[in-house]
């Protein structure tokens, strides 16, 4: 079984800092996914960044871009030029690679990121 | 982009009573559809996956007599809560993938559950 950590309960930033949210994650498997979700006070899920454990290259998106360190099952969300859009619950989710297609995600239990004007 | 559509938003039942939750892909064939569940302030557990046309697998600790689901088709899944008791009380969200590996994985809005 999969478990996935995120460390920091809660963060708070000013506006336009950079932040960086931790997640660890413990797994045997070898071909997996890593993904960081947003939720905001709406409860939609967002994808905010998806990295393939195959991929040595570091995903990025935009002001998004996380640090993956295989070796360590490690997975860190960082965020540029923080927006007060921003704000919301960070979940670190690992997927492992099924044959057949998706597979369920297992989530840490979140990071709440506030934003400060 | 892709959209799952989960109805209703939200609902309260009376204790005793069994509540349907349906999950939608409105532009997708999806093949398999998750459910999870979120109590408040907490994170999404998974509770089942389902495949169109077959049984769903439940995960361990979910009672799949408590949580009735069918995949009838493959824009269509529903959970049904069978006897709903105040703890059953909480966020249930539904995700869908076309099924192959690579394709991203498409979140409905949620619906929250109200047992009284």
């Known amino acids: 079984a999969q478990t996935v950590t995120q460390s920091q309960p809660e963060m708070s930033v000013q506006e336009a800092e950079t932040v960086t949210l931790s997640c660890t994650y413990d797994t045997s498997e070898n071909n997996y996914y890593l993904f960081w979700y947003k939720q905001p006070p709406s409860r939609q899920m967002i994808l905010v960044i998806r990295q393939e454990a195959y991929k040595q290259q570091n995903a990025t998106e935009n002001r998004f871009s996380v640090n993956f360190q295989k070796a360590a099952k490690s997975f860190s969300l960082k965020i540029s030029d923080s927006q007060l859009g921003d704000t919301a619950m960070y979940f670190c989710a690992f997927m492992k690679h099924r044959g057949g297609g998706a597979d369920g995600l297992t989530f840490g239990k979140g990071t709440h990121l506030i934003i400060q004007p | 982009g892709a959209v799952v559509s989960q109805h209703p938003s939200w609902v309260i039942c009376k204790s005793g009573t069994s509540v349907k939750i349906e999950c939608r892909s409105l532009d997708f064939q999806a093949t398999t559809m998750f459910w999870y569940r979120q109590f408040p302030k907490q994170s999404l557990m998974l509770m089942a996956t389902?495949?169109?046309?077959?049984?769903?697998?439940?995960e361990q600790g979910v009672e799949k007599d408590k949580f009735l689901i069918n995949h009838a088709s493959l824009t269509l899944s529903t959970l049904t809560v069978t006897s709903a008791h105040p703890e059953d009380s909480s966020f249930y969200i539904c995700?869908?993938?076309?099924?192959?590996?690579?394709?991203?994985?498409?979140f409905g809005n949620g619906t929250r559950l109200t047992v009284t």
């Open positions: 389902s495949n169109e046309g077959s049984k769903a697998t439940y």
């Open positions: 995700s869908a993938s076309r099924g192959t590996l690579n394709s991203p994985l498409h």
